[in-house]
């Protein structure tokens, strides 16, 4: 029975009255922590062994002959540690990756001397195993009758035995074999002739897929490609010179005349050593080639080519009409085949930039815009590591930065902007929060361009409505392929019983900019969502988090950030104010304040401190939606304004203090440009 | 990463942290999403272990202090183990000798003693996290039946388990 009650502890299908049953089981029988515990390993260990036999089989068809030649399990699972590893710690390594192989020896001598030394390693070390196995197997002295655990010990240790014992075998082989490579005459030398098969470069390193492995040489004419628009790879060329691709990239090698490197598609970092001024490297693209004598920059790649140059000098030349421009350090210029200005621009954030202003009585706009451009700058500064480098798509806020970055006025052609839109707009939909605000920032940004993408958005909150009319964190759904024509949206599907008002509050502004842009919502979601709105608002007024499952009594409490959203909701999906607004409105005006979420229970967010800058996106989006100045007395936006402009750091971000393991920093400016922008539009 | 004793007691305790997880949350998801932050936060903090002490303790220590955060994000309702089963937990498998490496291994000698089409869908199920159903109609079986060779070869492998060191 308890070993029943442990397995469906495991595999989440406890009832509420089976979990009571199996803590106390738990809190009574020391044993059964111990058989919970074992059960628990043997399932990661699984999940483990089975992950390692996919990679290191998938490893083997790419390594080919050399992987199959090594046929050593140990080294695979070694490996996949080592991938699970960097997997684990550059996602969240905030700094920019450094290489840790060294530059590919490119000279044969160098290269067959470390072959050898790698084999005579691993050689070093299947002894070792195999004396471990060897003493394992070693009779009891005195003789005596063995244990059954003896007997099995001994039985596993004979299997390892005969399988190492198979291994140092090939190894063996192999070290002979690199031994007399080594012992040869160095082929002599050819001199090189453009196009030979000089090798100019080698992979250093690839995260997700792609079209060579670590370690391949890359021969002049060779190319290499990031297949998924997480894929990462780096290349080094002997000068160590770095070459990064991101995901869905792809370049061709050459030698001839000077370096040279055809960027196809996608995006590139690179980091040049001084070239000789005889032999630069040229980049060249479909639209443009781009000399450079030493320098960092990042080329984005489309119909269009987007360069940015982060130190030193480049100068750009259109293919089309031969136009030429310098792009210094800080600047960018964008090269497109269908001509127009061929003209570097500045990378930094205008100060008063093109957007719209509002003046407010009280608040001085040029602070405000200074502000809002210092908190721009600093997100453009976050390390934007590699996709390949994060896995993680839960906490990610690129759609909250862009949407961040467009209202602080940043100009959309910014290269920045370009990349970081790009992966968004190919990477899968799965998130609530991220869908909704993928579909503000289009619905902003331009939606008449984007409707398909959003039509995408559209059927992803449509399909995850839960039945009671919430929204919760949302998963993947089939997203079917929308044709040009008017695109109206069918709900194919529910998602679960229920949610969270704040999941919901932001289902329903993607929906807004949806419709918006021209895509039609089902009326019965729209009404659903109103109806849950509208039937949960407290007594008092306010609205709560109502999340699930409803069980600390703060779930049920009215707290500012809800109540803001609950009223942005009621009035985009009923158009007007009603009884409802005005209750609420109410409940805001009564406990309102700028220096906290009203209401908010700090002990429930011990951890990681109450939401606060979350709170003021949701008052800036209620005042703006009901077109009213004041809760009561108080001017919203000159004390939020005031207070934000006082509380900036001097890095120019706002952050909530002691926050624990969650990265808020950049959510948490985000969401102060937002109310510095006054980002919702009103009704119209 | 370049840190070769990190390396070691990352592969050494690996499983051990990740059971611990599983066995915390009760749910494979949020202890997969736990054994990053777990292993970031022990990799940040790495320069203030002590090599003295046991490392598997202090990386459990940390695992702990990540359960505890995680419960604070999610304690809207939903049920979790109280505190002083899940310090009977962080203890239980502190006490826990071995190297997982080397327990991995045996686990996976122990898995080719299973009959071949116990090893696959055992793979399936917990490799894959295919759900019961869906092995039961891929193998033109029914679920009961699925349920009993899985229950069967889990027991088999703990038994292998037990009786080599």
Known sequence: MSDDLLRRYLEGTLSAEEMKALQELLRRDPQAVRALFQEAKIDAALGEVFKTEDLGRKWARRAGSRARAWGLRA??????????????????????????????????????EAERKEVETRLAEIEVQKRILLEARRPAEPPRQRTAEEESRRALAG?????????????????????????????????????????????????????????????????????????????????????????DTGVRLSDEKGKRLSVEKGTVVLDVVKQPAERPLVLSTPQADVTVLGTQLRMVVSDQTLLETVKGRTRMTRTSDAKSVEVAAGHFAVASSGGGDLVARSLRVPKRGNYRKFPHPGVDAQKVDEAVSRAAEWLLDQPNAPPGARKDTAWRYDELSLLALLHAGLDPRHPHFQGLLRQVLEAPLERVYRVSLQAMLLGDLDPAAHRRRLAECGQFLVDNHCQNGQWNYGEAVDIPDFGEARITVRRRRTGPASGDNSNTQYAVLGLRACMEAGVGVPSE?????????????????????????????????????MTAGGIASVLILRRAENASVGRAWKWLADNFSIQQNPRIDPAWWSDIGPPYFIYLYALQRAGALTGRDRFGARDWYREGALHLLALQNKDGSWRQKDFGQIPLPVADTCFAILFLRRATSPLP | ??????????????????????????????????????????????????????????????????????????????????????????????????????????????LERLAEKARHIVGLRYGKAVPIEEIA??????????????????????DCLEASP
């Open chain 1, 525 to 561: 979601t729209l009404a659903s969502a109103l109806k849950w709105w509208e039937s949960t608002q407290n007594s008092d007024g306010g609205w709560a988090y109502h999340g699930t499952p409803d069980g600390a009594p703060q779930n049920r409490a009215s707290v500012g950030s």
């Open chain 1, 159 to 247: 299997m390892e035995l005969a399988r190492v014992e198979v291994e140092r075998k090939k190894i063996e082989e192999e070290l002979s074999r690199v031994r007399a490579d080594e012992a040869a005459p160095e082929p002599a030398p050819r001199p090189p002739r453009p196009g030979t098969v000089a090798a100019v470069a080698v992979v250093d390193r690839v995260h997700g897929e792609a079209s060579a492995p670590p370690g391949k040489h890359l021969l002049s004419g060779e190319g290499l490609e990031t297949r998924g628009p997480a894929s990462w790879a780096v290349v080094r060329f002997p000068d160590a010179t770095r070459l990064e691709l991101w995901g």
């Open chain 1, 75 to 112: 080294g695979l699972v070694a490996a996949a540690a080592l991938v699970a590893l960097a997997v684990l710690l550059f996602r969240s390594d905030p700094r920019p990756i450094e290489t840790v192989l060294p530059a590919a020896p490119v000279d044969r001598k160098a290269r067959v």
């Open chain 2, 137 to 158: 109609r891929s193998e033109g079986k029914n679920a009961g039946a699925i349920k009993m060779i899985l229950a069967r070869s889990r027991r088999a492998l703990r």
């Open chain 2, 1 to 110: 990463m370049e840190n070769p004793r990190f390396l070691k007691h990352f592969l050494e305790n690996q499983v051990t942290v990740k059971g611990y997880l599983l066995a915390a949350t009760g749910k494979v998801q949020d202890a997969e999403d736990l054994v990053q932050a777990v292993w970031t936060a022990v990799w940040s903090r790495f320069d203030q272990y002590d090599e003295a002490r046991p490392f598997r303790a202090w990386a459990l220590g940390v695992a702990r202090m990540e359960v505890l955060k995680w419960r604070q994000r999610l304690a809207r309702g939903r049920e979790v183990l109280s505190d002083d089963v899940l310090d009977a937990l962080t203890r239980v498998a502190a006490e826990t000798g071995g190297e997982d490496d080397t327990w991995k291994r045996r686990l996976q000698a122990c």
